[in-house]
């Protein structure tokens, strides 16, 4: 049988395993909400509780889409869709997608052809890897827990100055995605003000973003803020690209996504 990145069994492992996931957020919600009528909750509010808090996941389910749709390319749909859809994240998918393809000669965005044991070897990488962080949070996670509280129990004012520099860091780390091609202008190119330029118009929009809930009080826009940023970056990466002249705009704006999603997501 022929190795293909879309073949329909890889679709069923990885639907079995959504199912799975969403079977448990239907168990928990059931739970939920009985726990509301034990306490007291008239169910017409509990109605609209879970009514609004699904209407309210549609925004950030738009990222993962687009995270999805980005990494499809390379590894077809049913793992990304498996990845993002249970303890994933686009911006650990796409370095440990990144660093495996480099491992082999190839990059991610290449639209290299993956027989079975490279694809196997990109999915162990993404799956395995990840689990590390659930098997530390209950080792390491209540020891730092209680070291902050500490901290912030002898000074407010560094507590608060390291949680903002470890965030920071970690943004800083991201953002080696967006610079990484940056200094192609020195050697007269200019693909690499490509994401650049696209990083900076989705800034401006979530700024533009935040100005609107600050100036009309309107806290919905706050759920559909990053998607938004998003779909209005991956549209700028196509004028930008055409006014830049480089590579076609329809590979552009998909890497650029993907660099996108990397950061904000």
Known sequence: MEFSINHPLLFVLAGIIVLIVLAQSVFFLLLAWRRGVKMGMEKKKLRRIAVSAAVFTIAPA???????????????????????????????????????????GSKLGGGTVLNASAFVTIALVMTISIM?????????????????????????????????????????????????????????????????????????TMVLAGLLVRLTKWRWINDYALPVSLVVGMASAIPITAWLGVEPAGEVAAETARLLTTVFC
């Not at 590894?75 to 990845?83: E, M, N, S, Y």
């Not at 020891?143 to 500490?150: D, E, L, P, V």
């Not at 091609?181 to 003000?193: A, Q």
């Open 62 to 104: 738009i990222a993962i889409i687009i995270s999805i749709a980005t990494l499809s390319k390379d590894l077809g749909l049913p793992l990304p869709w498996l990845r993002l859809s249970v303890v994933g994240s686009q911006s650990y998918e796409t370095i440990a997608a990144q660093n495996t393809l480099s491992a082999m």
């Open 132 to 204: 590390v962080g659930i098997w530390l949070v209950p080792v390491v996670a209540k020891k730092m827990q209680k070291g902050m509280i500490t901290m912030e129990k002898r000074d407010k004012k560094w507590s608060d100055i390291f949680n903002a520099s470890m965030f920071i860091g970690m943004i800083a780390a991201f953002l080696g995605f967006v610079f990484c091609d940056f200094g192609s202008i020195f050697k007269g190119e200019t693909y690499g003000l490509t994401p650049v330029l696209v990083m900076i118009v989705s800034a401006l």
